[in-house]
T-cell receptor, first 109, second 119 residues
Framework: QKEVEQNSGPLSVPEGAIASLNCTYS??????FFWYRQYSGKSPELIMF????GDKEDGRFTAQLNKASQYVSLLIRDSQPSDSATYLC?????????FGAGTRLTVKP | EAGVAQSPRYKIIEKRQSVAFWCNPI?????LYWYQQILGQGPKLLIQ????????DSQLPKDRFSAERLKGVDSTLKIQPAKLEDSAVYLC?????????????????FGEGSRLTVL
């Protein structure tokens, strides 16, 4: 069974702070890693993808991947109330993409 | 560019009844997915198509769920008979496909989902 684990939260941070979201996965053959954001009642939308070890930055978002530890994270700098959502970690091995249960983030003004 | 279209958006049925959901992916996307998302959980893959062939249906409850993708474009997911635990949002997603190192082509584009309530 290929597992993707996330802390369900809720994670609460004040506006302007850094939010740190974590994800571990069990399939060592996984090649691609994605973070999706899902607002309540809406469908997931892609924030970032990463497939090499290290950091990848895009604006206020930084994805970090450590394949040896089977760990991927998402940092959100200068968190805004509009970032309040559930963040889904997705892990893919070629065509097979699996999602974690998501971490609910609340950014308080 | 038109997104992934799904219908109906909402459906309420009684247990043991049947229901069908329809999905039209983004034009040119070879891969189509059906996910089930129960409230408070992440999306669970039910079935994946590559063009009109099934790639993975290992988590599809085949005694009651069926899906097809005729001509490699539209897809239909059917549940017959429905159970209370089938209450969920059924998400259809599509992607261009995959190539080694081409993670960006693996991005899934989701439809708005079909919310099913089984009473």
């Amino acid at each position: 069974q290929k597992e993707v684990e996330q802390n369900s939260g809720p994670l609460s941070v004040p506006e302007g702070a850094i939010a740190s979201l974590n994800c571990t996965y069990s399939d060592r053959g996984s090649q691609s890693f994605f973070w999706y954001r899902q607002y309540s009642g809406k469908s997931p939308e892609l924030i970032m993808f990463i497939y090499s070890n290290g950091d990848k930055e895009d604006g206020r978002f930084t994805a970090q991947l450590n394949k040896a530890s089977q760990y991927v994270s998402l940092l959100i700098r200068d968190s805004q109330p509009s970032d309040s959502a559930t963040y889904l970690c997705a892990v893919a091995n070629n065509n097979d993409m699996r999602f974690g249960a998501g971490t609910r983030l609340t950014v308080k003004p | 560019e038109a997104g992934v279209a799904q219908s109906p958006r909402y459906k309420i049925i009684e247990k043991r009844q049947s229901v069908a959901f329809w999905c039209n992916p983004i034009s040119g996307h070879a891969t189509l997915y059906w996910y089930q998302q129960i409230l408070g959980q992440g999306p669970k893959l039910l079935i994946q198509f590559q063009n009109n062939g099934v790639v993975d249906d290992s988590q599809l409850p085949k005694d009651r769920f069926s899906a097809e993708r005729l001509k490699g474009v539209d897809s239909t997911l059917k549940i017959q008979p429905a159970k209370l635990e089938d209450s969920a949002v059924y998400l259809c997603a599509s992607s261009l496909g995959w190539s080694l190192g081409g993670a960006e082509t693996g991005e899934l584009f989701f439809g708005e989902g079909s919310r099913l309530t089984v009473l």
